[in-house]
């Protein structure tokens, strides 16, 4: 006997639906704060016991619910936001129907709400899918969800929670993230009898300064671009504020805070070049997307989505903080000399008008040969030029170890600058723009040079060969192992061809996908650059310090280095005062 088919009962459904729903406390939690937003909340609190494993308050101020209507809001598919169930234009963060009845299939689930005109409060309590009476209750108008015991009537579930402190984490960034996306609510966050946060209804960058920190928030810059109907606002950090972990990036979709794979590779590819590998970049971006070019409905979480243009999406996002990365330097943008102290960035405001130079002459043409005929160290000033102290850089005064370059700004800010690292990039941002505009001067050798390789790297940039030759590179096949070397990089002024083949190869060897074709040829600039740039242990003369550093003002993300290393360290005043206690810390 074959067995028999039969329909699970409702209470069954909604437990396997509440462990799709209701993966962990966070789940929960970020599922009532949505309704709270969806129900035109202008204030939001919400209150975790042990990260919600043991109770959960949300308390809005919103629409509520009728009391006539509270028994349907807690049945499955049971719904306000969907007009016509056509499931293509989501508007509201809910549109399931599932949260509220999984809620209460695993846990004990107390609905206490008042609209607007309703003379008092009505409660509901459904507990492990045992739905209660409606009762009169206290309450203002809004609604409040509390939480116990969530998971009891699912014990498997609750055997995959992990630490409360973990789980508390988890429900704390879900409200983080919402409260994000959703500035012109207040939010109120409290956990375990701490506030973790307490912020009014606020414009965006306010609440960014709020929960990213008010020192992060002033460093980051405010972006706004536009790609086919696809707008992106929001702020990022320049490449000199990074962190460990991804912990400050934030998306929101459509007013919708997302957790997209998608939307942070293209984060990751934007900064590539110019962060160390390890380190992450920080940014709160806000998307607009139209409705119909997005699918909401892929995952029950709703955190993931599908983009109908997804490479569109990409460039957008690389463009925009490209763009921004290639600001010029200025104060807002100086690495923190020692992070740990958390000093505040120097205020920007007397640089606003602060037109950068024309790239001098004399820093253009750095090369090893030229600062071989250098007398002994000349860099020794007394005072500043004050007509260079304006700059952001300000006027060199000393060349420390014959490898730092020391400046003071007008403001006293002492500015110290790694001659290697900021050289570096300032050549591979030249050949950057040389290669962008298809002009990569190219020097013939008059002797072609052989390079020995490993037939392996010999292939490798062979096969490359149309590429290199892009970047004023020729070279032939010259027998196994072999290549020719006829042309090299005019910027380059007379590298070590073999030393620059064996990087490049390398280079190759670690992205060796055709579809990597853009990282090969930003990591090839990188390694270019290195070739050439002037090292440290060089002296120069204060006229060639002050050429490096006009030339960097210029020169977009000459902040930090192709490895992602600061290329200068600022010092201002007021971080001076405070290291020597001058001024309360
Ligand atoms: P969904 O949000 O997908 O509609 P839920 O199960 O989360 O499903 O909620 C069911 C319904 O209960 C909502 O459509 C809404 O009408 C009502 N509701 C839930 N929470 C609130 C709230 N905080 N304020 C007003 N109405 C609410
Ligand atoms: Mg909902």
């Given at each position: 006997m074959p067995p028999t088919i039969r329909l699970l009962s409702p209470a069954t459904v909604n437990r396997i639906a509440a462990g799709e729903v209701i993966e962990r406390p966070a789940a929960a939690v970020k599922e009532l704060v949505e309704n709270a937003l969806d129900a035109g909340a202008t204030r939001i609190e919400v209150i975790l016991t042990a990260g919600g494993i043991e109770r959960i308050d949300v308390i809005d101020d919103g629409c509520g619910i009728p009391e006539s209507q509270l028994a349907l809001a807690i049945e499955r598919h049971a719904t306000s936001k969907l007009a016509d169930e056509a499931l293509v234009r989501i508007a509201t963060l809910g549109f399931r129907g599932e949260a509220l009845p999984s809620i209460g299939a695993a846990a004990k689930l107390t609905l206490i709400s008042r609209p607007a005109g309703q003379e008092s409060a009505a409660r509901i309590t459904v507990a492990g899918g045992a739905v209660g009476e409606v009762t009169p209750a206290a309450g203002q108008t809004g609604t409040r969800a509390i939480v116990e015991d969530l998971f009891y009537a699912t014990p498997a579930r609750k055997k995959f929670l992990r630490t409360p402190r973990a789980e508390a984490d988890a429900a704390e960034r879900a409200v983080w993230r919402l409260a994000l996306s959703a500035p012109h609510v207040a939010f109120r966050l409290v956990s375990d009898e701490r506030v973790m946060f307490d912020v009014p209804a606020q414009g965006e960058p306010a609440r960014v300064a709020a929960l990213f920190g008010r020192e992060t928030a002033s460093a980051m810059l405010p972006l706004d671009a536009e790609r086919e109907g696809v707008r992106l606002t929001g702020l990022a950090a320049p490449a000199s504020l990074t962190r460990a972990t991804m912990a400050l990036q934030s998306f929101v979709v459509n007013g919708r805070p997302v957790l997209d794979p998608h939307l942070r590779m293209s984060l990751r590819l934007a900064y590539r070049d110019v962060i160390a590998s390890g380190r992450h970049p920080v940014a709160a971006l806000r998307l607009e997307v139209?409705?119909?070019?997005?699918?909401?409905?892929?995952?029950p979480a709703k955190t993931e989505l599908r983009f109908a243009d997804a490479n569109g999406i990409r460039s957008l996002v690389m463009g925009a903080i490209g763009r921004l990365l290639d600001r010029p330097v200025s104060l807002a943008t100086a690495p923190q000399a020692f992070p740990s102290l958390s000093l505040r960035p120097p205020a920007s405001a007397s640089y606003a008008a602060y037109a950068p130079p024309t790239p001098s002459p004399a820093a253009r043409g750095f090369a090893e040969s030229e600062f071989a005929a250098f007398a002994p160290?000349?860099?020794?000033?007394?005072?500043?030029d004050p007509a260079l102290t304006a700059h952001p850089l300000g006027a060199p005064v000393a060349q420390i170890l014959d490898t730092y370059i020391l400046s003071v700004a007008s403001d006293g800010a002492l500015v110290i600058t790694d001659q290697h690292a900021a050289h570096e990039r300032l050549t591979e941002e030249r050949l950057r723009a040389e290669f962008s505009s298809g002009r990569v001067a190219s020097q013939p050798l008059l002797v072609p040079v052989v390079v020995d390789l490993s037939p392996a790297d010999a292939m490798r940039l062979l096969a490359q060969s149309e590429i290199l030759s892009r970047l004023g590179l020729e070279i032939e096949p010259f027998g196994p192992g072999a290549v020719l070397v006829?042309?090299?990089?005019?910027?380059?002024?007379?590298?070590?061809a073999a030393g620059l083949l064996h990087d490049l190869a390398e280079e190759f060897a670690e992205h060796d996908t055709p579809a990597a074709l853009e990282a090969h040829l930003d990591a090839a600039l990188a390694r270019l650059a290195c070739h050439r740039s002037i090292r440290a242990g060089r002296r120069l003369t204060p006229e060639e310090m002050s050429a490096l550093l006009r030339d960097m003002e210029s020169t977009p993300r000459a902040a930090t280095c192709s490895h992602g290393r600061p290329t200068f360290l600022k010092l201002s005043r007021a971080d001076l005062e405070k290291m020597f206690g001058r001024r309360g810390m």
């Open positions: 139209p409705e119909e070019a997005l699918d909401v409905n892929v995952h160290p000349t860099a020794r000033q007394i005072t500043p006829r042309s090299l990089p005019a910027a380059l002024k007379n590298p070590d």
